[in-house]
């Protein structure tokens, strides 16, 4: 009866971290405002996003004022914005807009399907640097068509997992004790929560990379749009790829830690 329930209580720990792993990190970074707007920050430093915006930023001036080349004068003002540290806080508000418009529902004149990119500011900072005073007197947005995802889609996703990670983490931790304490060899115990630990890591590998895949389908439009979006997936995303690499390189240590121990004590 006590290998009985060492088992199980093995087995709702291994469980347990499976889905604490990918689902606590998820939480924190991606249903968190603040954690996804600082982890897609991190793709402000990429060549493709940079190049995105300078480009966005030029075609929006010259559409929208009557001065003759003022794209192209701004041009390369806007290419050096983009490689300055202003365009990391300014992209990070951007960032924030993508988290609102996904996990919040969106009003009567919010679109469904497109995702409206508000770059006033980033527009206005650039020009503050133009050799000839340019001014815009509206509110300039970026359009990113979306397919599989809609505005406010997200919101009861979110609350799910936030809801799933806390009940995860605590059953996990609960199982791990019970299984400690009923095992009649806790170094054996210990190995296998190791096991699953490294089953936790390599499933929260393997989600991070479905979920590129997902955001790299969900994206429609331009060639660099579509190439920014999977961008600033990826960055976001990186840290749960990392994260899930790390816990399964501490199970694999504490698997072996323990298997040694346990076959220590067996020989005495």
């Given at each position: 009866m006590r290998s009985l329930l060492t088992g199980l209580f093995l087995v709702l720990a291994a469980a347990g971290m499976i889905v604490a792993v990918p689902s606590t990190w998820v939480a924190s970074h991606v249903v968190s405002a603040d954690g996804f707007a600082d982890a897609a920050a991190e793709a402000a430093s990429k060549p493709v996003v940079q190049e995105f915006f300078a480009a966005k930023i030029a075609e929006e001036v010259a559409q929208s004022t009557d001065i003759p080349l003022a794209g192209a004068a701004v041009a390369p003002l806007a290419t050096s914005y983009t490689?300055?540290?202003?365009?990391v806080a300014d992209f990070t508000e951007v960032a924030?807009?993508?988290?609102?418009?996904?996990?919040?529902?969106p009003g009567p004149e919010t679109s469904r399907h497109q995702m409206e990119l508000d770059v006033t500011p980033m527009v206005n900072r650039v020009l503050e640097q133009a050799p000839v005073p340019i001014e815009i007197d509206r509110k300039i947005t970026v359009p990113v068509d979306q397919t599989r995802l809609t505005a406010g889609s997200m919101e009861g996703v979110g609350s799910a997992l936030t809801v799933t990670a806390w009940i995860s983490v605590i059953a996990g931790v609960i199982a791990a004790l019970a299984a400690l304490i009923f095992g009649r060899n806790?170094?054996?115990?210990?190995?296998?929560l190791g096991v699953g630990a490294v089953l936790a890591g390599g499933a929260g590998a393997a989600l991070a990379a479905y979920l590129r895949t997902k955001a790299a389908e969900s994206a429609t439009g331009d060639l660099s749009t579509q190439q920014t979006v999977e961008a600033v997936a990826d960055d976001v995303l990186a840290g749960l790829t990392s994260t899930s690499w790390i816990v399964a390189g501490v199970g694999l240590a504490v698997a072996v830690v323990g298997a040694g121990a346990a076959l220590f004590l067996n020989r005495r």
């Open positions: 490689q300055s540290p202003a365009f924030r807009q993508q988290h609102r418009w996904l996990f919040t529902q806790r170094a054996a115990v210990l190995s296998w």
